[in-house]
Antibody, heavy 117, light 109 residues
Framework: EVQLLDSGGGLVQPGGSLRLSCAAS????????MSWVRQAPRKGLEWVSA????????YYADSVKGRFTISRDNSKNTLYLQMNSLRADDTAVYYC??????????WGQGTPVTVSS | EIVLTQSPGTLSLSPGERATLSCRAS???????LAWYQQKPGQAPRLLIY???NRATGIPDRFSGSGSGTDFSLTISRLEPEDFALYYC??????????FGPGTKVDIK
């Protein structure tokens, strides 16, 4: 069974940093692209970042480019999102998601991030 | 930049009725990289349809997707009580790399 376990969220002050993790199991992690998707309170879904299976190609939404860094450790079956210079509008539930031909076949349970002073 | 528009914003129907949800793209979506998701309160989204018309694993056959180019639809042939939820469409491949529509809420009439 595919499982994605998101963690690392919390309360952080504006300008602060957080690192999210997504522990994967139940599939060959090193053969799938992965993404982070977020959902602000009472809002829709927003793609944040994607990384290919090998980890040598990364992609970002304009809203996070230059502030967030996606990475993966295929030896640990783990996906990461380093978030720096956090702003109030980064407040959201962050989900990791497994790619299936451009769609997301599996999602983590989400980890909430709140940026507030 | 590609923009997805979903209509209607809210669809009020009764169990057993047919639901048709629309997703329109501001430019053509290549290779029909269009997906549909269902989301219930407090839960992560669940993939229903990928590649415009392919049901994901475990999805009942009352859910079907169709369309190409810029116009796509999700049809629920007979609404079950558990189908009342939010539905999002999503495209892949055009800048930005992934885009979601704003969602359609299907609620009980």
């Amino acid at each position: 069974e595919v499982q994605l376990l998101d963690s690392g969220g919390g309360l952080v002050q504006p300008g602060g940093s957080l690192r999210l993790s997504c522990a994967a199991s139940g599939f060959a992690f090193n053969t799938y692209a992965m993404s982070w998707v977020r959902q602000a309170p009472r809002k829709g879904l927003e793609w944040v970042s994607a990384i290919n299976a090998r980890g040598d190609n990364t992609y970002y939404a304009d809203s996070v480019k230059g502030r967030f860094t996606i990475s993966r450790d295929n030896s640990k079956n783990t996906l990461y999102l380093q978030m720096n210079s956090l702003r109030a509008d980064d407040t959201a539930v962050y989900y990791c998601a497994k790619d299936l031909r451009g769609s997301y076949s599996n999602w983590g349970q989400g980890t909430p991030v709140t940026v507030s002073s | 930049e590609i923009v997805l528009t979903q209509s209607p914003g809210t669809l009020s129907l009764s169990p057993g009725e047919r639901a048709t949800l629309s997703c329109r793209a501001s430019q053509s979506i290549s290779d029909n990289y269009l997906a549909w998701y269902q989301q219930k309160p407090g839960q992560a989204p669940r993939l229903l349809i990928y590649g415009a018309s392919n049901r994901a694993t475990g999805i009942p056959d009352r859910f079907s997707g169709s369309g190409s180019g810029t116009d796509f639809s999700l049809t629920i042939s007979r609404l079950e009580p558990e189908d009342f939820a939010l539905y999002y469409c999503q495209q892949y491949g055009s800048s930005p790399l992934f885009t979601f529509g704003p969602g359609t809420k299907v609620d009980i009439k």
